[in-house]
C-alpha cells in the first residue's frame, strides 16, 4: 500500500509543474472571482451549494459541490481557509445561504447541520481522557481505525499519549462515523508519514467514490492533483476558484 | 440577651496595639506591607462605624423603604464584587447585570422564606432580623457565584477546541458545555460544602459566637446557625445554577456556536 502510493507522488511531481506553469498564466489573464450571486451553479446535483458566504472577515463566497466530488482549498496562513470551513460548519457567525440537498442551512437546526456537514479542524479537540470515550459507536470507529493502522487495543490508549498525527487520523474517523454527507477537513494529513497519508486519502477517496463531497484544506499540491480537480484559493479573506484543467 | 459585655474605646486601642506591631514585623523584615496593613486596619474601622451607625437609624426606622433600599445596596456592592474577581468579564451590560442580578434572585428569595417561614418576625421586614440575614447569604452567594463564573469563562476559553469538537460531532450547546458547566458548579458549591462539613469541629461560625457572647445559651445559638447554614446552602445553589447557565446561554447562541467573541478583552493590570 505504501510502496503504491509513494509510486504515485512520483508520478503527480511531474505532472505539477506542468499545471502549475499554466495555472499561473491563468491567473495573470483574470483572476475567477466568485463574487456573482448569479453565478450558475453547477448543473449536475449540487449537493453543498454556497451563496454570498460572508463573515466579518471572510469575503462574500459562493461555489458548489457535487456529490462525489472533493475540492481543496489553498491559502496562505491567516488568509481565512479555516474561517471558511467554520462558516459552512456554522460554528462562527455568519451571513449568506448555504444548503446541502436543497435544504436551506437556516431551516435546519445547527446540531443537526453539523451532522450534515462534518467539521474536522486542524487541532481537534478531545473532551475525555482515553480514545474509546470519543466515539459513540467504536465498533464502526475500530473497522476504520484498523485500516489507519490502529490496533484493537486503541480505545482505552489515553489522548495525552497520541501524537498529532494520531489525533487528526482519530478525528477524521470520528467524523465520518456520523455519516456526514460533506466533509470539511483543515489541513488532516499534515503531521502524517508518507504511508498515513497514503493510508488516509485512499480511506476518504473510497468515501468520496460512495459520493460524499469534501473540502480539503491542503498546502500540498501533490496532494490537490491527487484527489481533487477544483480548487479553492484563499487570499486575505477572498475566496476565488483556480481552474487549472 | 442582657448579659453581654460592652467594649470601651480604651478597649479596642489596646487591641489595635496587636495591628501596629504586626507593622513593625513588616518594617523589620522588610515585607512592604505595613502600609496596605495600616491602610486596610483604617478602612475596616471606619466602614464598621458607619455600618453600625446606618443600621442604628434603620433598625429605628423599621421602613419598608430604607429596608429596601439597604438591601438593593448590598446586592449592587456584591455585584462589583463578583464582577472584581472575574479574570475574564462577560462584555457589556451582561458582565454585571449576570452576577448581580442572580444574586438578587437568590438571596432575596431565601432570605424572605426564612423571614416568613421561621423567623417571623413583626413587621416580617424588620431590619433588624432582614438585614444581617441577607448580609450572611449574601456574602457567601457572592463567593459561590464568583467562582463558578470565573471558572466557566476561564474553562470554556481552556477547553475551547473540546467544545467545539462536541458541537462539530452535532451536540446541542448545553451538552457541548455540559463538562465546562459541571465544573463550574462544583467549584461555585465547594466552600458552602466544606464550610458545612468543617462547622463546629475546625471553626466556629461567626454568627454563632456572636450570640453567644451576647448571652443566648449555646443550643439556641447553634439552632439559629443550622438554620443560616441550611439558608446559604440553598442560597448559593440557586444563585450559582442560574449564574452558570446563564453564562452558558451567553457564550453560546441559538445556532450552537460558542461564543468567547462575547467576553470583554482581557484587563491590562
Redesign the interface.
Known amino acids: 500500500m505504501a510502496c503504491y502510493s509513494l509510486g504515485v507522488v512520483a508520478g503527480d511531481l511531474s505532472t505539477i509543474v506542468v499545471q502549475a506553469g499554466e495555472s499561473v498564466k491563468r491567473r495573470a489573464a483574470g483572476p475567477n472571482v466568485l463574487k456573482d450571486p448569479d453565478l450558475p451553479f453547477q448543473t449536475d446535483a449540487p449537493l453543498l451549494q454556497v451563496r454570498d458566504l460572508r463573515t466579518k472577515l471572510l469575503k462574500p463566497v459562493s461555489f458548489s459541490l457535487a456529490v462525489g466530488e472533493c475540492i481543496t482549498v489553498k491559502g496562505p496562513s491567516g488568509a481565512g481557509k479555516t474561517l471558511l470551513l467554520r462558516a459552512i460548519a456554522d460554528l462562527d457567525p455568519n451571513q449568506g445561504l448555504v444548503s446541502v440537498e436543497g435544504s436551506d442551512r437556516s431551516t435546519v437546526p445547527a446540531p443537526e447541520w453539523r451532522r450534515l456537514v462534518g467539521y474536522v479542524p486542524a487541532e481537534p479537540g478531545w473532551w475525555a481522557e482515553t480514545v474509546g470515550e470519543h466515539f459513540d459507536d467504536w465498533i464502526a470507529a475500530a473497522a476504520i481505525l484498523t485500516d489507519l493502522g490502529f490496533s484493537e487495543k486503541a480505545k482505552s490508549w489515553p489522548i495525552a499519549r497520541l501524537s498529532t498525527g494520531e489525533r487528526l487520523r482519530l478525528a477524521v474517523v470520528r467524523a465520518l462515523i456520523i455519516r456526514p454527507k460533506v466533509l470539511l477537513l483543515d489541513e488532516p494529513t499534515a503531521a502524517l508519514d508518507a504511508a498515513s497519508v497514503a493510508a488516509v486519502e485512499s480511506l476518504l477517496a473510497d468515501r468520496i467514490r460512495a459520493g460524499l463531497a469534501v473540502l480539503w484544506v491542503t498546502h500540498d499540491a501533490g496532494q490537490t492533483r491527487r484527489i481533487a480537480r477544483r480548487q479553492l484559493a484563499v487570499e486575505a479573506g477572498n475566496v476565488r476558484e483556480e481552474i487549472d484543467q | 440577651m442582657t448579659s453581654y459585655i460592652t467594649l470601651s474605646y480604651v478597649d479596642l486601642a489596646l487591641a489595635s496595639v496587636l495591628v501596629l506591631i504586626n507593622a513593625g514585623l513588616s518594617l523589620i523584615f522588610g515585607l512592604k506591607i505595613h502600609r496596605s496593613l495600616l491602610i486596610a486596619a483604617i478602612r475596616m474601622a471606619v466602614q464598621l462605624t458607619l455600618i453600625g451607625l446606618v443600621l442604628t437609624a434603620l433598625f429605628s426606622l423599621v421602613s419598608p423603604l430604607w429596608t429596601g433600599l439597604a438591601v438593593f445596596a448590598m446586592i449592587l456592592f456584591a455585584g462589583q464584587e463578583v464582577m472584581q474577581r472575574q479574570d475574564r468579564r462577560l462584555s457589556g451590560w451582561w458582565c454585571f447585570g449576570l452576577g448581580t442580578g442572580c444574586m438578587m434572585m437568590s438571596s432575596v428569595l431565601v432570605t424572605v422564606f426564612a423571614l416568613l417561614t421561621a423567623i417571623r418576625p413583626s413587621p416580617w421586614y424588620d431590619p433588624r432580623y432582614s438585614i444581617p440575614l441577607l448580609g450572611m447569604i449574601l456574602g457567601k452567594c457572592m463567593t459561590g457565584i464568583a467562582l463558578g463564573l470565573n471558572t466557566l469563562t476561564t474553562s470554556l476559553m481552556l477547553?475551547?477546541?473540546?467544545?467545539?469538537?462536541?458541537?462539530?460531532?452535532?451536540?446541542?450547546r448545553w451538552d457541548a458545555a455540559g463538562?465546562v458547566t459541571r465544573d463550574a458548579l462544583r467549584s461555585a458549591l465547594m466552600p458552602t460544602i466544606n464550610s458545612m462539613s468543617a462547622t463546629g469541629l475546625v471553626s466556629l461560625p461567626g454568627m454563632m459566637t456572636g450570640q453567644i457572647l451576647s448571652g443566648v445559651p449555646p443550643v439556641e445559638a447553634v439552632k439559629y446557625q443550622i438554620l443560616v447554614m441550611f439558608l446559604i446552602a440553598g442560597g448559593t445553589g440557586f444563585g450559582a445554577v442560574a449564574a452558570v447557565l446563564g453564562g452558558v446561554y451567553r457564550l453560546t447562541?441559538?445556532?450552537?456556536?460558542?461564543?468567547l467573541d462575547r467576553l470583554a478583552a482581557p484587563q491590562a493590570t
Open positions: 477547553r475551547r477546541a473540546a467544545v467545539e469538537a462536541r458541537l462539530m460531532l452535532g451536540a446541542t463538562p447562541d441559538a445556532r450552537h456556536r460558542l461564543r
